[in-house]
């Protein structure tokens, strides 16, 4: 798929069903990978060119990327959006155990899998949770790192002790302790309780409803739902090994060059909590922090071109693609 300035330009009032017409129209692969009893899956955009790791979070699905994928593909990269574990059926964990730590191992085998020695990596809420101990723990498998709505993990508890408000925003982690109480409210009212997360977490932006409306679906899945639940009851289960490897983690440099995307706008993460976590020494590969303005927790969907915008230029200065139409798309950019 190569892209002309002509097709580029009208990237910027595409909406989502053009952007879901450009997906259908790149060439995709349905991956898995078979780990024991349980079967990951993972789409695989594109053909040829250095390769692209996109993860999302919660409330959410691998549609979150709609917009990110097209550009990528034709800006001459692979792009890989695997589903998080527990966030279908074949892949759930019937013991819970969805430590971050164990998650970054999960990543990592679908590097192996594809042969890939080094990757941009990009991920979102819970994807930027396990992208940030990833680049900790594996710093030579990543170009790039980006993370989007979760600032630094190393520094956070000091900067939610700096704004305590953060606590009455981070409220659902709590209710999400209450078993059995908590998963009866996510499945009841065809997701009422994942549509407030997302309005309260963009407050300024009506999220597409199909797009929604298949998240609902999808997390309210008794398995699956219990799985996403499952990935909040660990952060508490700190006598676990797995929690305590994690936590050393923490303590790590960032060795990858860093960019962080924040929404002005954000009810769930605090948009200061960023500057808090922009420490210098922390990042000696470099480290770039970006607000949009006028945007929220998806701010990758309220305010795409902003977004993509922002992740090309940062992407192509850590490693080019190597097609033309890479060159084209730096040209457009400028």
């Not at 993972?42 to 959410?60: K, R």
């Not at 809420?125 to 980006?146: C, K, M, N, Q």
Request: proline share 5%; net charge neutral.
């Amino acid at each position: 798929m190569v892209l002309s300035r002509d097709t580029l330009a009208s990237f910027r009032t595409k909406n989502v069903q053009e952007n879901d017409f450009l997906m259908k129209e790149i060439k995709t692969q349905v991956l898995q990978n078979v780990c024991e009893k349980r079967t990951f899956t993972a789409q695989l955009y594109g053909e040829s060119g250095p390769l692209v790791v996109l993860l999302h979070g919660f409330p959410d699905t691998t549609g979150t990327f709609i917009h990110q994928v097209p550009v990528l593909v034709g800006a001459g990269y692979r792009v890989l959006v695997p589903v998080l574990p527990g966030y279908e059926a074949s892949s759930c964990d019937g013991s819970d155990r969805y430590f971050v730590s164990d998650l970054v191992v999960w990543l990592t085998g679908w590097l192996d899998q594809l042969g890939e020695r080094q990757v941009h990596l990009i991920g979102h809420d819970w994807g930027a949770v396990i992208a940030w101990l990833a680049a900790a723990s594996h710093p030579e498998r990543f170009y790039s790192l980006t993370t989007i709505a979760i600032p630094s993990l190393r520094h956070l508890p000091g900067a939610i002790l700096r704004h305590p408000s953060q606590l009455l925003k981070s409220w659902y982690m709590g209710f999400f302790q209450l078993r059995g109480l908590s998963d009866r409210v996510v499945r009841a009212g065809d997701g009422w309780l994942i549509r407030q997360l997302w309005r309260q977490w963009s407050p300024d932006w009506e999220p597409p409803a199909d797009h929604l409306s298949n998240v609902c679906q999808q997390l309210t899945q008794p398995a699956v739902q219990k799985s996403a639940l499952a990935y909040y009851r660990c952060l508490f289960k700190v006598w676990d090994e797995s929690h305590r490897r994690g936590r050393s983690l923490l303590n790590r440099t960032i060795a990858v060059p860093t960019l962080m995307i924040s929404g002005a706008r954000d009810g769930c993460m605090d948009t200061r909590l960023f500057d808090a976590g922009s420490v210098l020494d922390d990042y000696p590969a470099g480290i770039t922090l970006m607000r949009i303005d006028g945007a929220g927790h998806f701010c990758h969907l309220e305010k795409p071109n902003q977004v993509n915008h922002i992740l090309m230029q940062f992407i192509r200065r850590h490693a080019p693609a190597r097609t033309g139409a890479a060159s084209e798309l730096s040209g457009h950019l400028g």
